[in-house]
DNA sequence: ATCACTAAATGAATGGCATTCATTTATTAG
DNA sequence: CTAATAAATGAATGCCATTCATTTAGTGAT
C-alpha cells in the first residue's frame, strides 16, 4: 500500500484516476464494462504461460495472474470458474504443442518414438499439470482431443483393433506422465546416503549407472521402457 | 472463537484448564515438557494415515492432524520440518506395503509382476503423494530404499547389468506411477460430448472398449503395458 | 539438592491463498 | 430511450502453513 490513494470508497464518481499499485502502462478503467472485453480465454492463457515461464507454478496464483492482466482477482472469474480451469487452458494450449505429425507419414513406430518423446517432454517443463491431465475428462479440451484422434487413426491405420486402441494409448500415456517427473528429479536422488552399506545391490547399481554418464539418466530409461512398449503393444496389430 | 474463554493471556499460574475446543479426551497439560513426549514420527505418520482414510487429502492440514493428536499445530513443527515431512513419512510408510516377496522365490517376470501390480495398487490409494515422491531423495526414506534394494537385488539374480538396472527399475516405476492416476480417473474421462463426431476414430474406440467391459479399463490397459515393459525389459537380461 | 539446559509444548500472530459478493457502468438489443 | 447484460471493481471471508516468544517438565552434572 504505497500512499494510501483514498481510492474513494464505494466509487464516487471519481473517473479517471490513474492506477495505483504498480502495474506498468497506466490509465485504467475504474469499473463498468469497457470498450472492449481485458479478458478472454487466449489472453488468459498466455499471461498464465508468460508466468509459469518467469515464475515456476508456484508463481501462477489468481492474484499474479491479474496483475499480469492487468485486472483485479475477481475480473478473472468471470472468464474462468476456477483455477483450476486455467489449469486446463494451460495444459490444453500445451497439447497443441505436441508433435503427432508422425502419423499418417512413416511407420507406426516411428510416429509413436516422435509422439511419446514430444509429449514426454513438454510435459516434463509442467509437471504440475499431470496430476489435472490424468482425472481431465477430455470434454472440455479440444486440442488434447485433436492429438486423441490422430493418435488413435494412426493406431487404427496400423492395423489396431479397435477395441485395444484406448488401452494401448493409455498405457503409452501413463509411462510418459510418470517419465515426465524423471526429467525434473534431481540427481543425487538415487544417493542412499549413510544408508548406501544396508543397501549393495542398489547402491552399487545406482554407482555403475553413474559411471558411464554421458547420456541423461532420464532419457537413458525412457529410451528403455518406450521401446519396450513399442515392441510389446505392436504385437496386438491383427 | 465460542465464547472469549479468556485463555491466560500470556500463561499465568492457571494451570490445569480442560481443554476447550472440541478435542475428545479431556485434560491436557498446558505447556512444557510432557512426562512422556505427546508426539514422535510413528505417531504423526498413523493420524495422518488415519485422517487421510477418514478425509482424503484435501482433509490433511496440519491443523487437522494436530487436532486428531490432541496438541497445538505448532507442537508439529518440533518434529517434522514442514508439511512435506509428514507427506514423506507418509509415503515411507507406504512403501513398506508393496508386495516384494516375489524377488528370490519364483520367476524374475512373476516377481515384476507381483511388485508392480501391488505399487501399482497402493499407490492409486495416494496419488497426491506422486508427485512427492517422484523427486523425493531416498536418503531419508528407509523402508522406500528398502524397497529398491529387494528389486535390485532380484534384477541382479536375474542376470540383469548392473548398468542397466536402475534404468529398468525407474521405467517400470515410472509407468507404475503414469498407471496409478488411471485408477482415480472417472469412468466418463474419455466422454467427448459434443465434438465427438469431430473425433470419430477416437470415438469409435472409446466406445467399442466400453463394449466390452467385464475388466475395469485401467487394468486393462496396466496389464498390457506392464507384459510388454515385462518381456521387453527381460531380454536386458545377460 | 540444586541448577542450568533442553526438548516439547502453547497460542497468538503473519502473510498468502482462492473464492464470493454487492456494486458499478459501458455497451448493446429492442 | 430504456432495460438488460457483460465485465469490471474492491472489500470481505475463511482456510492454510508457518513462525515466534514464551512456558515448563524432566535430565544430567555438580
Redesign the pocket.
Known sequence: MPAAAA?GT??G?AGTSTDSTDASKGV????????A???DHAGITAAALELIGRKGYDGL???ALARQLD?????L???VA???DVLLLVEDHLAALVDVSGFGAGSWEDAVRTWAWSYRDVFAQHTPLIPVIAVLPVTDAPQTLAMYETVSGGFLAAGFPEERIVSAIVALESFIFGSAYDVTAPADIFDAGSMASATPHFTAAVRSLAARGDERPADVAFGLGLEALITGLGALRG
Request: proline share 10%; hydrophobic share 35%; glycine share 4%.
Open positions: 481510492p464505494t466509487a464518481t485504467r478503467r475504474r469499473a463498468g464494462r469497457p470498450s472485453a481485458l479478458l496464483t489468481m492474484a485486472v483485479a482477482p475477481s475480473a472469474y468471470n472468464h476456477s483455477k483450476r
